[in-house]
């Protein structure tokens, strides 16, 4: 167990609707990343938050937004979803997220858009 | 994008053999970390190498950072059942954001 809980572990839509994803870090941890992991583009980086601040972007869709609360849990909304957004969606943190830090995936959501 | 190939893709092999799994870049790495990833959990961290040339040992797993710092190999000795899984590097850039590679799907026979 890495300490970092997401919920829920399975989400099925339709098509055109919006989900939100939780994702509670480990006790202490000031970093919380999300991930995308499809079967076609393996592991992808998202977004990452660090105190409530966004700190760095990846390949994240204007469609999909994130945030991190004063209680450091984090949120990640999917918007007008489509079919190829179907993919596991992880949560990571670490402690500072500088440097080479360490990080902790959750145990993942699992979007299946249909 | 910061390209990580990882091969072979897909390794089956019997319990008791040895193997190596490679990771390859044309960009340069800060650092890099290896990760085991089990079917429907997250992955888990099994090392951080950052200098280059570092070899790092952890039970029958070595791990080795290239020298210039942009490929780095997994080499398990005698694998077991319980060494399958898929196997993740993952590279640090010098925008502080970690690369994941293509993955190394293992899976050892009893």
């Known amino acids: 167990d890495s300490g970092v809980t997401q919920t829920p572990k399975h989400l099925i839509t339709a098509t055109g609707q919006r989900v939100t994803l939780r994702c509670s870090p480990r006790?202490?941890?000031?970093?919380v990343y999300w991930y995308q992991q499809s079967l076609d583009q393996g592991l992808q980086f998202l977004i990452q938050?660090?105190?409530?601040?966004?700190?760095a972007k990846g390949n994240i869709l204007e469609r999909f937004s994130a945030q991190q609360f004063p209680d450091l849990h984090s949120e990640l909304n999917l918007s007008s979803l489509e079919l190829g957004d179907s993919a596991l969606y992880f949560c990571?943190?670490?402690?500072?997220?500088?440097?080479?830090?360490?990080?902790?995936f959750g145990p993942g959501t699992r979007l299946t858009v249909t | 994008t910061q390209l990580l190939e990882q091969s072979p893709q897909f390794l089956s092999i019997q319990e008791g053999e040895n193997l190596t799994v490679y990771c390859n870049s044309s960009?340069?790495?800060?650092?890099l970390q290896w990760y085991r990833q089990e079917p429907g959990e997250g992955p888990v961290l099994l090392v951080t190498?950052?200098?280059?040339?570092e070899v790092k040992k952890l039970k029958r797993l070595t791990f080795q950072f290239g020298d210039a710092r942009k490929d780095s190999s997994l080499h398990i000795t005698a694998a077991q059942p319980g060494d399958t899984g898929l196997y993740l590097c993952?590279?640090?850039?010098?925008?502080?954001?970690?690369?994941f590679g293509t993955g190394t799907s293992l899976t050892v026979i009893p």
């Open positions: 990571a943190s670490s402690a500072s997220g500088t440097g080479h830090y360490e990080q902790y």
């Open positions: 006790s202490g941890d000031l970093s």
């Open positions: 938050y660090y105190n409530g601040e966004e700190r």
């Open positions: 960009s340069v790495f800060s650092s």
């Open positions: 190498v950052v200098t280059g040339g």
């Open positions: 993952a590279g640090l850039n010098t925008g502080n954001q970690f690369y």
